[in-house]
């Protein structure tokens, strides 16, 4: 929900489409209510086994390996009072209950949400404790916890779709998060909105005190989004919330009208409007201008005031300062109205919703120590029995959806420790085998070799894995929210490799040497190519052959260079040539424009 | 998005096969106005130029304007899969790494469904200005394909000379020489086994005939050839392609190194 009145319809144009590389290495603060209720309203009419859990391991793990984000998961404490007040509004408003029979809940007792939701809750919480992800609970609101995060500089952006979060002080909200996408972030910075609209946060908080939000579902009535806004905007921001207070105790005397008007004007202006000839529209009497001309219409002297048009407006000084009278009379009735309708609104503004806004402290630390927040190895074991007993997958399975995360936390820690050097105690780093495209973003596809096998029981081992893998292969749904691409089985000889995705810098940071050696493969098969393409140029060659072949480059300019980089490693090699007839002798001669003969340049334009 | 909906889908079989034994990897470009391409062989000798115009597809979508990087020998592997008489459809996504191939029989009882993964292809484009050229030689171009393949059988060059009294196709080899004349012949009954021949100034020019060869891959899309020739400039050799199109190879000559041996009687 979060603030009413299309507000992030306000903040639309000041979204940022972010690319892949958005996220890595910054932390990232999740609101993991917001991925509990989205798979349940987009999955209800499919068969799915907690698709809570489901979604939040899969898309953990893509954050965590395929975009390289340090997720912390926030989760929600007890709402508050008023928060629960308005709920049970809006549910009672929905049912079509009168509101009379509204139930008024116990002072100092906050109604839960409901039993089924806070268990997905806590089973998602524990599923991301067990991937080593942290999680903290918020005292209150998740958002609020996000956003302190934010704004405290322990995380580096929030996720979450509640535009609360900018009124309790974050910097950086993603309110999209499409893995499938080339640009997968869409992402709002509150310094665009400060530079585009003017407003900081506390303008915000304002804004959603007068047109509503999850505390206060109405808002002052009569009062929507533009006018709010328009108000908003006056006042600085250590303004703002005092003048709502002033007006809501109804001191409008003391409230500076936004609009200057001149000092001078004269208490008996408006009785003093002089009378107008009706029949060109300006000061005087038509029968005057009947005889003589007045200043205002420039005629020859014999004829008389021409016939005013449609629409005239005079513009001597008395109607001109009429008309502003009039407008500043418009403009004081109408701030009237306004002033009118906050004073009429009872206990507004309430500081609990504004003391909720401006607190500090939503979570569970103290100002002077750190929330913790470390990201440590999963505990694969726990994490087995966990998914076994709610999901019913396998340990194989389990096994191989975590290899990339593993992985990815193996290449990290290969830069700092070489305590281990094996995967579950099994895979270990074999090379490089080839860069990948996906969504416009280079990867490298690690191969990962299978350490220690015996020879003569591999068969049965590798054929039951897989067997197994295919059975369970055939009982999980297309996720349609999500896109995983678990790593490859590949058989080779008798060895089994695992095939993932990794950042290039990640490996180039923990296998140089490897990488060195692959890109030098590359280098070695262009050139290859290029040898084997010039020596089809050099077969036996005709002694009758003494021409010189022209570059067509020569005759026609280059007018666009793409320069994009070649996927390498995945060119086909070009098939031979076999339809020349025993080849004829190539000479490339690079010859400069100015062999061509004048005649040529003129005739190709060039000049 | 891109999607372009092709009745005919064996001119685009067609096309692949006579281009991609000149060129590997080549950058096709989707406009509003059509679908093109433009590709040099790997020696930068001889340019292909594609224009598949929207109005001749029967349903032509293309929102914004794109390239899609495809190696040519698996666009043919991919396109081999469809009849000669299936209705070819390609889609790809705004961003998408792949391209999708949809074949439809006649009678809609089967339909295929291919996915190829494009590649990034850094090429350079090529101005090629209006030009006016010395001579221009329609004939059927089965009569082309003909004439290349029989010199080829003798040497590896083939001197194109355009006099009024027609085009004379020469090559030398070691076994010897040939010669083979065109004249000028428009009273047949059937117009597309006509030779025409529209001369401002003689010209004489050289090529390599094992691109020559190549050229004439296209000889399926059209029954005639438009060659089109000026002095010391590379040839054009066109192949319409039904109403919708036309196919363009580009060859650059050869310089006579030494003038008093092989100069050409004329």
């Not at chain 1, 089973?123 to 918020?138: F, H, I, Q, S, Y």
């Not at chain 1, 993603?174 to 909105?193: A, G, T």
């Not at chain 1, 860069?435 to 490298?444: A, E, H, L, P, T």
């Not at chain 2, 929102?63 to 899969?81: F, H, V």
Request: with cysteine; net charge negative.
């Amino acid at each position: 929900m979060g603030v009413g009145g299309n507000f992030w319809d306000l903040l639309k144009p000041y979204a940022r489409k972010e690319g892949f590389d958005f996220l890595r290495n910054k932390r990232v603060a999740v609101d993991l209510s917001f991925w509990i209720v989205q798979p349940e309203n987009a999955i209800k009419a499919m068969h799915v086994r907690k698709p809570h859990l489901r979604l939040t391991f899969f898309r953990t793990i893509s954050l965590f390996c395929k975009f390289g984000a340090l997720p912390v998961f926030i989760v929600d404490g007890s709402p508050s009072l008023l928060k629960s007040r308005a709920r049970i509004a809006r549910y009672f408003r929905c049912s079509g209950i009168e509101l009379a029979n509204l139930p008024v809940p116990e002072e100092g007792v906050s109604a839960e949400r409901n039993r089924l939701f806070s268990s997905h809750v806590q089973e998602c919480a524990e599923l991301v404790e067990l991937l080593g992800m942290p999680v903290l609970k918020a005292k209150g609101e998740a958002e609020a916890l996000c956003a302190q995060l934010n704004s405290e500089g322990h995380v580096d952006a929030c996720i979450t779709a509640d535009s609360d979060a900018f009124l309790f002080g974050a910097k950086c909200i993603i309110k999209c998060f499409c893995p499938n996408s080339k640009e997968p972030f869409e992402c709002y910075n509150m310094s665009d909105i400060e530079a585009g609209l003017g407003l900081k946060r506390k303008h915000l908080i304002a804004i959603s005190l007068l047109v509503g939000d999850d505390h206060d579902i109405n808002g002052v009535r009569g009062i929507g989004l533009d006018t709010a806004l328009h108000f908003v905007k006056a006042f600085s921001e250590d303004d703002i919330l005092n003048r709502l207070h002033e007006i809501g105790k109804g001191n409008t005397s003391q409230i500076p009208i936004c609009i200057k008007v001149e000092d001078n004007v004269d208490g008996n202006s408006p009785n003093r409007k002089l009378s107008h000839c009706s029949f060109c529209g300006h000061p005087g009497s038509k029968k005057d201008h009947m005889k003589f001309p007045c200043e205002y219409c420039v005629t020859k002297d014999d004829e008389g005031c021409q016939r005013k048009p449609e629409d005239f407006k005079c513009d001597c000084f008395s109607c001109d300062m009429n008309r502003k009278h009039k407008e500043k009379k418009r403009l004081e009735n109408q701030h009237t109205i306004f002033f009118h309708k906050i004073a009429e609104e009872p206990n507004f503004p309430k500081d609990e919703i504004i003391d909720m806004y401006l607190c500090n402290d939503n979570g569970y630390f103290s100002a002077s120590d750190s929330p913790h927040i470390v990201w440590g190895n999963p505990n694969i074991e726990m994490l087995i029995n966990f998914l076994n007993f709610h999901q019913h997958w396998e340990p194989a399975y389990v096994r191989r959806m975590m290899f990339p995360m593993i992985s990815t936390i193996f290449l990290r820690d290969m830069t700092t420790t070489t305590v281990e050097t094996t995967l579950f105690g099994q895979y270990e780093f074999d090379s490089v085998e080839r860069v990948k495209m996906r969504y416009g973003y280079q990867f490298f596809v690690v191969k990962w070799k299978r350490a220690g096998v015996n020879i003569s029981c591999k068969v049965p081992l590798k054929e039951s894995s897989v067997q197994q893998d295919d059975a369970i292969e055939l009982d999980e749904m297309v996720d349609l929210l999500d896109d995983f691409d678990a790593p490859e089985i590949h058989g080779d000889d008798g060895c089994s490799f695992l095939l993932t995705d990794e950042n290039m810098d990640l490996v180039g940071a923990a296998f140089p040497a490897e990488v060195k050696r692959f890109w030098q493969e590359q280098e070695l098969k262009r050139i290859k190519n290029s040898t084997s393409r010039s020596q089809e140029n050099e077969k036996s060659p005709s002694p009758n052959s003494r021409s010189i072949q022209l570059n067509i480059t020569e005759f026609y300019p280059s007018t666009k260079v793409k320069h994009r980089q070649s996927k390498q490693g995945e060119e086909s090699s070009k098939n031979a040539d076999s339809q020349g007839n025993g080849g004829s002798k190539m000479k490339r001669k690079m010859s400069s424009p100015d062999k061509i003969p004048k005649s040529v340049r003129r005739r190709l334009l060039f000049d | 998005m891109l999607e372009l909906r092709l009745v005919q889908g064996s001119l685009l079989k067609k096309v692949l096969e006579s281009i991609k034994e000149l060129v590997n990897d080549a950058n096709f470009d989707c406009s509003s106005t059509g679908f093109s391409l433009q590709a040099m062989d790997s020696s930068h000798v001889a340019l292909v130029a594609l224009l598949l115009r929207s109005e001749g597809f029967e349903h032509y979508r293309c929102d914004r304007n794109t390239s899609m990087g495809m190696n040519l020998n698996n666009m043919a592997k991919m396109l081999k899969c469809a009849g000669n008489d299936d209705i070819i459809t390609i889609k790809a996504d705004d961003g998408s790494d792949t391209v999708t191939f949809m074949f439809e029989s006649p009678t809609q009882d089967k339909i295929s469904d291919f996915e190829m993964k494009l590649m990034d292809i850094d090429s350079e484009h090529l101005g090629i200005p209006e030009a006016e050229y010395h001579a221009i030689v329609k004939m059927p171009s089965s009569e082309f394909a003909r004439i290349c393949k029989d010199l080829s059988s003798i040497g590896d060059t083939v001197v194109i000379s355009i006099t009024k009294e027609g085009v004379k196709f020469s090559t030398k080899g070691d076994i010897g020489t040939a010669n083979i004349v065109c004249r000028q012949n428009t009273s047949v009954d059937k117009p597309e086994e006509a030779t025409v021949i529209e001369m401002n100034e003689p010209v004489s020019l050289t090529f390599a005939l094992r691109y020559m060869n190549s050229f004439t891959k296209a000889t399926p899309l059209s029954n005639t050839v438009t060659i089109s020739l000026s002095n010391e400039l590379p040839v054009v050799v066109e192949y319409k392609i039904a109403e919708m199109g036309y196919v363009r190879f580009y060859l650059a000559p050869k310089i006579e190194e030494d003038e008093e041996d092989t100069k050409p009687q004329v």
